[in-house]
């Protein structure tokens, strides 16, 4: 009291002073001080009712964000939860940071003072760039930092920094540029390949799909039957009748460069003519001329040199080969020469002996080699080539001929096709694409 010590709490008994004021104080270690000054009267008892509070070290600080983004308070690089944010901080220097998964502040430097109270406020800025990327021509590439992202254009939220961008499209040298995005900042990097480096030729495109539409001509022989020759003394033999096929052929592939994979189509019509003959009378004469529709389909492969004008190409593929046969002028008998139908007003008489439209589908083989001409690829060519197809059809038969020796007969009658049937020719045609 007034400066005294005057004993510890609780006190034994009350103090008697002077009337008048009086300073009155309580302390404790680590508590808070209390001072009051007190007046008192003629034969008053005063009762004081002290509590203390703890003894305050620190200062207050208060920080927010100032957008109130979503980020968290690091006081000496130690999280010490979300914005805003309010607690006692030691006296002394200190560094304030706000950070989140997207925003973050710069460092800020503050001086504590025991028991201020001090007000901070952050800004917390992305803590990317962002970059947009645009290139000529549309279709070209986009590759940053080793990563693919797409054609045309391209924009995203980056890492500050240097960024490596190539633009690239096949047939193009590729261009290259360096661009460095500041954090929070929009950069823009309009790339024009075409003309991006001086003297920049375009070269032909390989890779990709293509067609081909052709006609092919072809010529080619396959074994039948010729029936007997009595007056020259011939037996019934299997011989090679001379072919012709007109086809209409159709190709579809995707080309990985000199080499590609392609799907064949094909529609053939054609006709297959044996001489005539005559027993030694001279009275029976037989001829076989018959016509036959087919096709083929397959899959197979091509090789393709690569020039921007001039190409060299051959395919091969193997598929299935569907035919029908029609009979023209079947087996007949009469009194006629080898080279008409009548002598002497006398035409040939007797039956047709050969089967109605008989048929088959046997495996087959196609190919070609040729060369294509046209000003770049894509695009379109003259194609100009020779075509050959292989096919392997069975037996095939007319009605039996009692004159047909064995073993050309059977109880199915006698064979009409035999063995492979081959054909080569020439082909013109266009092809498109790559």
Same mark, same amino acid.
Request: glycine residues 14%.
């Given at each position: 009291?007034?400066?005294?010590?005057? #004993?510890?709490?609780?006190?034994?008994?009350?103090?008697?002073?002077?009337?008048?004021?009086?300073?009155?104080?309580?302390?404790?270690?680590?508590?808070?001080?209390?001072?009051?000054?007190?007046?008192? #009267?003629?034969?008053?008892? +005063?009762?004081?009712?002290?509590?203390?509070?703890?003894?305050?070290?620190?200062?207050?600080?208060?920080?927010?964000?100032?957008?109130?983004?979503?980020?968290?308070?690091?006081?000496?690089?130690?999280?010490?939860?979300?914005?805003?944010?309010?607690?006692?901080?030691?006296?002394?220097?200190?560094?304030?940071?706000?950070?989140?998964?997207?925003?973050?502040?710069?460092?800020?430097?503050?001086?504590?003072?025991?028991?201020?109270?001090?007000?901070?406020?952050?800004?917390?800025?992305?803590?990317?760039?962002?970059?947009?990327?645009?290139?000529?021509?549309?279709?070209?590439?986009?590759?940053?930092?080793?990563?693919?992202?797409?054609?045309?254009?391209?924009?995203?939220?980056?890492?500050?920094?240097?960024?490596?961008?190539?633009?690239?499209?096949? #047939?193009?040298?590729?261009?290259?540029?360096?661009?460095?995005?500041?954090?929070?900042?929009?950069?823009?990097?309009?790339?024009?390949?075409?003309?991006?480096?001086?003297?920049?030729?375009?070269?032909?495109?390989?890779?990709?799909?293509?067609?081909?539409?052709?006609?092919?001509?072809?010529?080619?022989?396959?074994?039948?039957?010729?029936?007997?020759?009595?007056?020259?003394?011939?037996?019934?033999?299997?011989?090679?009748?001379?072919?012709?096929? +007109?086809?209409?052929?159709?190709?579809?592939?995707?080309?990985?460069?000199?080499?590609?994979?392609?799907?064949?189509?094909?529609?053939?019509?054609?006709?297959?003519?044996?001489?005539?003959?005559?027993?030694?009378?001279?009275?029976?004469?037989?001829?076989?001329?018959?016509?036959?529709?087919?096709?083929?389909?397959?899959?197979?492969?091509?090789?393709?040199?690569?020039?921007?004008? +001039?190409?060299?190409?051959?395919?091969?593929?193997?598929?299935?080969?569907?035919?029908?046969?029609?009979?023209?002028?079947?087996?007949?008998?009469?009194?006629?020469?080898?080279?008409?139908?009548?002598?002497?007003?006398?035409?040939?008489?007797?039956?047709?002996?050969?089967?109605?439209?008989?048929?088959?589908?046997?495996?087959?083989?196609?190919?070609?080699?040729?060369?294509?001409?046209?000003?770049?690829?894509?695009?379109?060519?003259?194609?100009?080539?020779?075509?050959?197809?292989?096919?392997?059809?069975?037996?095939?038969?007319?009605?039996?001929?009692?004159?047909?020796?064995?073993?050309?007969?059977?109880?199915?009658?006698?064979?009409? +096709?035999?063995?492979?049937?081959?054909?080569?020719?020439?082909?013109?045609?266009?092809?498109?694409?790559?």
């Amino acid at each position: 009291i007034d400066g005294k010590e005057i #004993g510890k709490t609780p006190l034994d008994k009350p103090r008697r002073v002077n009337l008048g004021s009086h300073a009155v104080k309580v302390t404790k270690t680590d508590f808070e001080t209390f001072d009051k000054e007190v007046n008192i #009267g003629s034969e008053q008892a +005063l009762v004081l009712d002290v509590k203390l509070d703890l003894e305050v070290t620190d200062g207050q600080v208060s920080v927010r964000e100032q957008s109130s983004r979503d980020v968290h308070l690091f006081v000496d690089g130690q999280d010490v939860g979300a914005l805003p944010w309010s607690g006692g901080v030691q006296p002394g220097d200190h560094t304030l940071e706000a950070k989140g998964s997207k925003f973050a502040s710069d460092k800020t430097r503050i001086k504590v003072v025991r028991k201020q109270r001090l007000d901070v406020v952050l800004d917390a800025t992305p803590i990317t760039g962002h970059l947009r990327i645009s290139v000529t021509p549309s279709n070209a590439k986009i590759d940053m930092d080793g990563a693919d992202h797409g054609t045309g254009q391209w924009e995203a939220d980056v890492p500050p920094g240097s960024h490596r961008i190539t633009v690239s499209l096949e #047939g193009y040298p590729d261009a290259v540029r360096e661009v460095t995005v500041e954090r929070g900042q929009l950069a823009v990097a309009e790339i024009p390949l075409v003309g991006a480096i001086s003297n920049a030729a375009r070269e032909p495109v390989y890779k990709g799909f293509y067609g081909r539409w052709s006609t092919p001509f072809l010529f080619g022989f396959g074994t039948g039957y010729v029936p007997p020759d009595t007056q020259e003394g011939r037996q019934g033999t299997l011989e090679r009748g001379f072919y012709f096929n +007109l086809a209409m052929k159709l190709q579809m592939g995707r080309s990985f460069g000199w080499f590609g994979i392609e799907g064949v189509g094909m529609f053939t019509f054609g006709g297959r003519i044996n001489d005539q003959f005559k027993d030694a009378s001279g009275f029976a004469q037989v001829k076989e001329d018959y016509a036959f529709g087919g096709g083929f389909f397959g899959v197979g492969a091509r090789a393709t040199s690569k020039h921007p004008i +001039l190409r060299l190409t051959a395919g091969l593929a193997f598929g299935a080969s569907p035919h029908q046969i029609f009979t023209q002028e079947p087996v007949k008998y009469g009194p006629c020469d080898n080279n008409s139908s009548s002598t002497t007003g006398t035409s040939c008489s007797g039956s047709p002996s050969t089967a109605s439209k008989p048929g088959y589908t046997s495996f087959a083989m196609a190919g070609d080699v040729g060369i294509l001409i046209g000003n770049g690829s894509p695009g379109a060519k003259l194609w100009i080539g020779v075509d050959w197809y292989l096919d392997f059809p069975p037996d095939l038969f007319v009605q039996a001929d009692p004159r047909i020796p064995a073993p050309y007969t059977t109880n199915g009658g006698a064979i009409m +096709l035999h063995g492979p049937q081959f054909f080569i020719g020439p082909t013109l045609g266009v092809g498109f694409g790559h």
